[in-house]
């Protein structure tokens, strides 16, 4: 149907579709498909600003007048053409059409928690869904922690038996947390397995760097290993207890090594992980966007809405170290003790008043006037050891 430019109409988006304003232009994405149309022109980006005030049901009426801007003539064409809205003629319908933009209600949920009187025995803790276990001293040189959960830290003291126990203590038997368990460099304490069979029965996989077999074996009986392996370590420790290998990379040259790896091993799951260094060069070439990558990024709707009010890289996961000590993320402020704190109070702390759970772009000045802080891949521990957060070549 060709726009005739003499008769007023209802301009409507399609319910999947989400806009984006930033400083200069708007982004209008297809959570479908993942069509992206960006505007820059002053007169079409009025026109999307009427469609998304609260009050327009993602629906407006545009005179003949406004009709003969060639801009949004062109703005229409291309909307029509993605199927991401329409057009009706006001003289051929009686009312005006309704479309149900989308709108997500978190944020109230958010501040209902703040006057919920928390009862101190509650043990479902519904929004905690993984814990990271330190398990023991690590006594290689490297410390990893800062950007990546790994075996190689500097952490010191070992949870223990009552460590373990207090954990427990905190999280109802049919809660589906997942425990991830990092064994150090340094030797476990002989009672391991007794600590390993008081988690028996939760989803539990396990993080080392021990090459030790009867170690991997007593493990094995208990969840899925990874065996880690820094640049000082390159070759494949081969056992049949591990089920992924990991490769902690800081150069194009252990990124090589490890690609002739994967190719000599085939049949064996090998993973890598970047780490940030003095290795700038390295990081702009292979964990930067370019705005190729983000024009291809596509999410759904769902994804699109965790954006923009969690930080799902982050939301969910505390770690605990040998000490007790419990965090959000290593590059934050201790949260409290599993010794003296119970996991409902540091959870319910870190959902109001935390820094990680709910880091979101729109919470840093550098994103938070870019149309396309929505798609971009959440804040990661690479960001924040820099304090850098866009690692995008724009």
């Not at 928390?118 to 990893?144: A, E, H, Q, T």
């Not at 060069?281 to 709707?301: A, C, H, P």
């Not at 006037?369 to 971009?376: S, T, V």
Request: net charge negative; aromatic share 10%; hydrophobic share 35%.
């Amino acid at each position: 149907m060709e726009l005739v430019n003499n008769k007023d109409i209802y301009l409507y988006l399609e319910p999947y579709v989400e806009i984006s304003e930033g400083k200069e232009s708007i982004l209008l994405y297809n959570t479908l498909d993942g069509e992206k149309i960006l505007v820059r022109d002053v007169e079409s980006k009025e026109v999307i600003k009427k469609l998304s005030e609260d009050n327009s049901c993602y629906c407006i009426d545009l005179s003949a007048d406004k009709l003969k801007d060639i801009n949004v003539q062109n703005f229409i064409r291309i909307l029509r053409k993605k199927f991401m809205g329409d057009y009706v003629y006001k003289d051929k319908v009686n009312s005006k059409p309704l479309q149900f933009n989308p709108i997500v209600n978190v944020q109230e949920d958010m501040k209902l928690r703040k006057f919920h009187d928390l009862k101190k025995n509650d043990s479902r803790i519904g929004d905690l869904l993984k814990l990271n276990l330190y398990l023991n001293n690590d006594s290689s040189k490297f410390n990893y922690s800062s950007q990546l959960n790994s075996p190689f830290h500097n952490f010191k003291g070992e949870v223990g038996l009552e460590g373990i126990e207090k954990v427990l203590s905190n999280l109802s038997k049919n809660q589906h947390v997942e425990i991830e368990i990092f064994i150090g460099q340094s030797p476990l304490s002989a009672n391991y397995i007794e600590i390993l069979d008081k988690l028996k029965g939760r989803n539990l996989s396990f993080h080392v760097s021990i090459q030790d077999e009867k170690l991997l074996k007593s493990l094995s009986a208990y969840g899925e290993i990874s065996m880690y392996y820094d640049e000082s370590n390159q070759h494949i420790f081969q056992s049949s207890y591990i089920n992924t290998h990991v490769f902690v990379i800081k150069s194009e040259e252990s990124l090589e090594k490890v690609e002739a790896l994967s190719t000599e091993y085939s049949d064996m799951n090998i993973d890598l992980i970047p780490y940030l260094e003095l290795n700038t060069d390295f990081f702009e070439k292979y964990v930067y966007l370019t705005q190729e990558d983000i024009n291809d990024i596509s999410i759904n709707e769902k994804d699109y809405h965790i954006n923009k009010f969690i930080n799902s890289n982050f939301f969910g996961i505390l770690s605990i170290i040998p000490n007790g000590e419990i965090y959000s993320n290593f590059n934050e402020k201790c949260l409290g003790n599993i010794f003296k704190d119970s996991l409902l109070d540091v959870v319910h702390s870190e959902i109001i008043n935390g820094e990680s759970w709910r880091l979101t772009r729109d919470k840093v000045s550098v994103c938070k006037d870019c149309e396309y802080r929505y798609l971009c891949p959440p804040i990661s521990n690479y960001e924040l050891v820099q304090d850098k957060y866009n690692l995008c070549l724009n």
